[in-house]
């Protein structure tokens, strides 16, 4: 066993963890932030995408020892003090989710598409989101979605 | 008098779905973020050989494994629980949950493991030692159906999972075939297109793999199963039927469930071992599906290849159509496997008048995952085969392909038309749906800049395709479960709404659609309605969410339950308001008498004399909850017109997508944003099938494809942005004038995309090209090898 300390949307979490454990299994079995999810198991489908300091990343690619002493905001941590984040409130208005299981890691990787490209072009979406696929939309209404938050629609 | 708020009617209005503040924030519970005390995990040891006989399991370090509760061969499964049912009508090889003497595809599952986390589970699986004898792979379904290289299931000779099924003109009910109609059209063709046509075997990856939890009470004796399902009720009635418990012991539940796309409706060895085993063992067990594993133990789709000859006149009248199909369905019928072919063959007979069809179908068993239902199942190969067929007689003719559709289109006034398949078409205007695609895409247009791009050598091309589905499936005589929905809306003591619905949706936000007709039926605001589903012990009875059925049947299930409670409430409102029923309106959340507003009730307060009625009107039963089945009398038939413009880079042979322009025509719409969503979702899965989705085995029946670093899913950056127009023309089959709108946008981009490749290259002499449109497969062509 290894001990981390992972501050996860903001409060420190301490845990005695099995040095192979995915970050995203320690997520979700230990914190029970179920909201990020598990959709292929070769780093293809980004369902597992959280931020890691700040940056958007796959949680089912590193262990959760790898972690240690990050800050890490899922889904469940973007909306503050009540109030949706744009981008979850462009994906509600612009229809930008159907079965939702990609939904919350399309979030986290537009989170940082907009953060480095706060105004970005429908190719710059398209390609933002490439490593995040959707099986249920045809990412029409998910660039719809983007540029909502991005204040172009 | 105070004054009430207006109203807005919701039906047909771009209403943001009520589903969304949970998925969006995380908050919402699919299979895997279920947790019970005691759970075990389960891990099931699969093949990875394609054909072999077990000699051997051992399972000894497996067991000793700390954390490990059990470990079940097939054998010990098989004392648990019988062959796993089908759906359909067809004989069927005893398929074992579990492997018991033979694997016949890889993934084949041997043993399973109970542990106590799924690492443990996994490490143990990977100790169990599996020695196999093995056997010649069957691969290829031609060879296979000669019996080559060998026999999968000795009791099905040549692997003939189903021998032949004759369809079309002069086929009578018993199946006995008169060719003379069919031979006489093609002795009269002035011209005949004959082309073997691939559509080729896709895997349906919802985002969110399969999983189950099943959990018997061993103190109630009764199951409560959670699983990852299109259906629950059906998942119901056979996880009861092979554990031996009555559909009253046990209950089944899908929560919420990440994409399906057909690959969810099926019952699977996994809930049904899940299921005994939490009987066996009397805790909850918990199996969640890897994707790796999804490719191989979820079912694929489509695999049917074509046989296709055209006759007709040099004018491009279409006399006779010849479609030998012959199905790769796997090595065992799962529940629809064997029927979904048969949809190829109804719908044959495309959107066209044609005097003559004659269609036959051949399930092949092969050493693969068995194929079901996928998007559009066995319609867009119909589609596929013909709407191919046409553009190669519009090339031979030298025809506009949208003229020589024109030509042979069954007429508006011709409905309801019978085909030469047996399909009655309930409504339809083909034409309209040519045209107003035409005219949306500027067809003229698009080809001058086609000719322009040529002449700076650039290999642009323009595809059409037309569709016709069959849809809102369907009368009960054309599906084994029954082909009604249920409905039941109960008005609450306080006024509010609760409804329940048999259609469990996977996405299709039925929870905005169905409380959209509500609110607007019972005038109240929309805020006041809650749809129930997924949930066997909540929603009576059902049938799940299939075939593009859920607004045209179970929507139809609850506007019926919904009427039948408002004539009971307007007799309870005529009670109060001293009126006649006939004189009251249910508008902006009253019951008024018609022409004097200020004799009115609010709702709740017809509701509260509903359950306290005191005195009880005469001939009346307390209460207002009613419920309806729905049982439509036809299937629907949407149809449509897809057009696309792709550019092939003459370097490397990568096509892209410039341009998609859909007009679908699916009837009345209760929600235009959310269908918009369902047709985009259903192009990308089309244009899927044409650029980047195969799956591939090879020649000793490995998997090829086993993961998403192999299996090409559609990216973001696949597609242009989709251009949609409407086309509205209302079924007579039920009230809501709504067919289906599901599937439809795989049916017509599949062939126009591969269409507008075909054009692309027509210079160096291209009359077709085998899906998928791989680039080296166009390379070739561009370079002078072979396609």
């Not at chain 2, 399991?57 to 062959?83: C, W």
């Not at chain 2, 006489?184 to 046509?197: D, G, N, P, T, W």
């Not at chain 2, 009730?601 to 309806?628: D, I, R, T």
Request: aromatic share 6%.
């Amino acid at each position: 066993m290894a001990q981390v300390s992972i501050a996860v949307n903001g409060k420190v979490r301490r845990a005695d963890v099995e040095p192979r454990l995915l970050l995203v299994h320690f997520l979700r079995e230990q914190l029970r932030l179920t909201g990020t999810h598990v959709g292929c198991d070769t780093s293809q489908c980004g369902a597992c995408t959280v931020l890691i300091d700040g940056r958007s990343a796959k949680s089912c690619t590193l262990f959760a020892v790898q972690a240690d002493g990050s800050e890490i905001t899922t889904i469940e941590g973007l909306a503050r003090d009540g109030e949706l984040h744009p981008l979850q409130q462009g994906f509600w208005e612009e229809h930008g989710l159907q079965c939702g299981y990609c939904t919350p890691g399309m979030i986290m990787a537009a989170v940082t598409l907009l953060n480095d490209t706060p105004k970005p072009t429908e190719q710059q979406i398209r390609e933002g989101i490439a490593g995040n696929f959707c099986r249920c939309t045809g990412y029409q209404h998910i660039v719809n979605a983007i540029q909502h938050a991005a204040g172009k629609r | 008098m105070t004054t009430t708020p207006i109203l807005p009617k919701l039906v047909g209005q771009r209403v943001k779905r009520r589903e969304d503040p949970r998925l969006i924030q995380g908050r919402a519970t699919y299979v895997d973020d279920v947790t019970l005390p005691g759970m075990q995990h389960l891990f099931f040891k699969r093949s990875d050989i394609a054909h072999g006989r077990i000699r051997r399991i051992d399972a000894s370090a497996a067991q000793a494994m700390e954390g490990v509760e059990a470990v079940f061969t097939g054998a010990e499964i098989a004392e648990l629980l019988g062959p796993m049912p089908i759906g359909t009508p067809y004989s069927s090889p005893a398929h074992r949950a579990v492997a018991v003497d033979v694997v016949r595809y890889v993934g084949d599952p041997v043993a399973v493991v109970v542990a106590r986390d799924r690492y443990v589970a996994r490490d143990a699986a990977d100790a169990i030692v599996v020695d196999y004898e093995p056997l010649p792979a069957v691969v290829d379904p031609e060879l296979a159906m000669k019996g080559q290289p060998t026999v999968i299931h000795p009791e099905f000779p040549n692997n003939l999972a189903v021998a032949l099924v004759p369809s079309g003109t002069g086929v009578d009910a018993a199946g006995k075939v008169d060719d003379s109609a069919i031979d006489k059209a093609f002795a009269a063709a002035e011209v005949v297109i004959s082309q073997r046509m691939v559509n080729q075997r896709l895997a349906p990856c919802a985002i969110e793999p399969r999983g189950v939890v099943a959990h018997y009470e061993l103190g109630k004796g009764s199951m409560t199963i959670w699983s990852s399902t299109q259906n629950p009720h059906i998942l119901r009635t056979f996880i009861a039927a092979l554990n031996g418990l009555g559909q009253d012991q046990v209950r089944a539940i899908a929560p919420e469930v990440g994409g399906g796309f057909g690959s969810k409706i099926n019952i699977y060895a996994e809930d049904y071992v899940a299921s005994a085993i939490s009987k066996r063992l009397g805790v909850p067990v918990k199996w969640i599906e890897d994707r790796s594993e999804a490719f191989v133990a979820t079912t694929h789709g489509r695999d049917i290849l074509g046989y296709v000859d055209l006759a007709a006149k040099r004018d491009g009248t279409v006399l006779g159509l010849k479609l030998r199909l012959i199905a790769d369905v796997g090595a065992y019928n799962m529940l629809l496997t064997a029927a979904i072919p048969t949809l190829t063959l109804l719908m044959a007979n495309a959107t066209y008048r044609i005097p003559a069809v004659r269609a036959t179908l051949t399930e092949v068993f092969t050493n693969k995952t068995p194929t079901d239902a996928y998007r559009g199942a066995g319609r867009p190969e119909a589609t596929y085969f013909v709407e191919r067929a046409m553009d190669m007689l519009a090339q031979e003719l030298k025809m506009d392909p949208a003229d020589v559709r024109r030509r042979n289109f069954i007429q508006p006034h011709e409905f309801p038309f019978t085909t030469q398949t047996g399909a009655v078409y309930d409504s339809g205007d083909y034409e309209k749906a040519l045209n107003t695609a035409l005219e949306a895409a500027g067809w003229d247009r698009l080809k001058a800049e086609r000719d322009a791009a040529r002449a700076q050598g650039r290999l642009v091309g323009l595809g059409l395709s037309m569709y016709v589905e069959v849809c809102g499936l369907g009368p009960s005589s054309s599906l084994p479960t029954g082909g009604w929905e249920h409905g039941q809306v109960t008005i609450e003591r306080d006024g509010r709404i609760s409804a329940t619905t048999g259609a469990s949706p996977h996405g299709q936000g039925n929870e905005t659609t169905f409380a959209q007709m509500l609110a607007d039926q019972f005038g109240v605001p929309i805020e006041h309605v809650t749809i129930h589903h997924g949930d066997t012990a909540v929603v009576k009875q059902g049938v799940g969410t299939f075939g593009s059925r859920s607004q045209a049947v179970g929507g139809t299930a609850l506007h019926m339950a919904g009427g039948k409670v408002k004539t009971k409430m307007a007799r309870f409102a005529a009670a109060l308001l001293e009126a006649h029923e006939a004189d009251l309106v249910f508008e902006n959340g009253r019951i008024a008498v018609k022409g004097a507003p200020a004799s009115a009730k609010s709702f709740a307060e017809v509701a509260a004399f509903a359950y306290v009625p005191v005195p009880l009107p005469e001939g009346l039963e307390p209460g207002l909850s009613e419920e309806a089945f729905f049982e439509p009398a036809n299937n629907t038939y949407p149809f449509g017109c897809h057009i696309s413009m792709i550019e092939i880079d003459r370097d490397t042979g990568e096509p892209t997508l410039l341009k998609l322009v859909a007009v679908d025509d699916a009837g009345n719409l209760i929600n235009p944003l959310i269908v918009e969503g369902q047709i985009h979702g259903g192009l990308a899965q089309g244009i899927g099938q044409a650029l980047v989705e195969e799956v591939v085995y090879g020649e000793d029946g490995q998997l090829l494809t086993g993961s998403f670093m192999d299996y090409a899913l559609p990216r973001a950056t696949d597609f242009p942005r989709f251009e949609l127009h409407g086309c509205v023309t209302p079924t007579p089959v039920n009230p809501l004038g709504a067919k289906g709108v599901g599937e439809a946008g795989t049916l017509g981009s599949t062939p126009c995309v591969v269409a507008a490749a075909v054009d692309a290259l027509s210079g160096f002499g291209v009359r077709h090209i085998d899906l998928m449109l791989r680039p080296e497969k166009l390379w070739r062509i561009i370079h002078g090898g072979q396609a």
